[in-house]
């Protein structure tokens, strides 16, 4: 019965992290000002299946790193596309009453695979631009914790300090070509500091050289989106927790 019940508290906090996850990145769709460019970049919003991919990219000496991570039914579509995880499994949580992720078992499977990480490896790419040469940045991944609510954190080493790059991100675009990642970093100086990475333009140049100072929230607005997102999610999760009580 104590197992049973623990289960059941794994399954709603798995909901309760979907539910939340799925309300901020809407929220981060309608108050994130990378949202203006989307309209002329293409007449689709979003993905087939709901708020789009993020990935938060930051940068320093050497080393570009992406934290890049999807809503859990995309999650599970990229693990059975890989064939670590049985087909219908996205299918089948996004069309269940109560949305349940795959057991833990199947879970790690998908963290340790070999599979994901190569996967990783080359949708998300960084290329150093120095002059006239262009070279790829050596791939790190992250031990992968959870990739289903976590998403995955990788490094790009780079052979000198980090100035004009360029980020290709492909994830999900051998899925379905509607697919696209939203990526941002909001330090003071990066430009263009947010991109959109699409199936017809995957890549986008990104120059680090003038950064100064992380953005100071005291001298500039950028920052307010985050908190009404931050308080509209929490009190989200707080209402699934209110449900799954009941």
């Not at 379905?176 to 909001?186: L, V």
Request: charged share 20%; hydrophobic share 45%.
């Amino acid at each position: 019965m104590s197992r049973a019940m623990s289960r059941d508290r794994q399954d709603a906090r798995r909901a309760q992290m979907s539910f939340s996850f799925r309300a901020l990145l809407a929220l981060v769709l309608l108050l994130s000002p990378a949202t203006l460019i989307v309209p002329y970049a293409t007449p689709a919003l979003a993905h087939p299946f709901g708020p789009p991919p993020t990935a938060v990219v930051s940068a320093a000496g050497n080393t570009v790193t992406i934290q890049w991570r999807a809503a859990i039914d995309d999650m599970l579509a990229i693990g059975e596309r890989l064939g670590v995880l049985p087909p219908g499994t996205a299918e089948g949580y996004r069309e269940a009453a109560v949305q349940v992720a795959p057991p833990a078992a199947a879970e790690e499977t998908l963290d340790r695979s070999p599979e994901l990480a190569e996967y990783l490896q080359q949708r998300l790419t960084v290329t150093q631009h120095d002059g006239q040469d262009s070279i790829r940045c050596d791939f790190e991944l992250v031990p992968v914790v959870s990739f289903l609510t976590e998403g995955a954190v990788t490094r790009h080493h780079c052979p000198k300090p980090v100035a004009t790059v360029t980020l290709n991100i492909t994830m999900l675009h051998d899925i379905h070509e509607a697919y696209r990642t939203f990526a941002i970093d909001r330090t003071e100086g990066v430009k263009p500091g947010q991109s959109v990475h699409t199936v017809t333009a995957p890549a986008a140049e990104w120059e680090f050289g003038a950064v100064t100072t992380p953005n100071d929230t005291s001298s500039t607005g950028g920052w307010w989106p985050l908190i009404a997102i931050l308080m509209l999610g929490a009190a989200a999760a707080l209402a699934v927790r209110r449900r799954s009580r009941t």
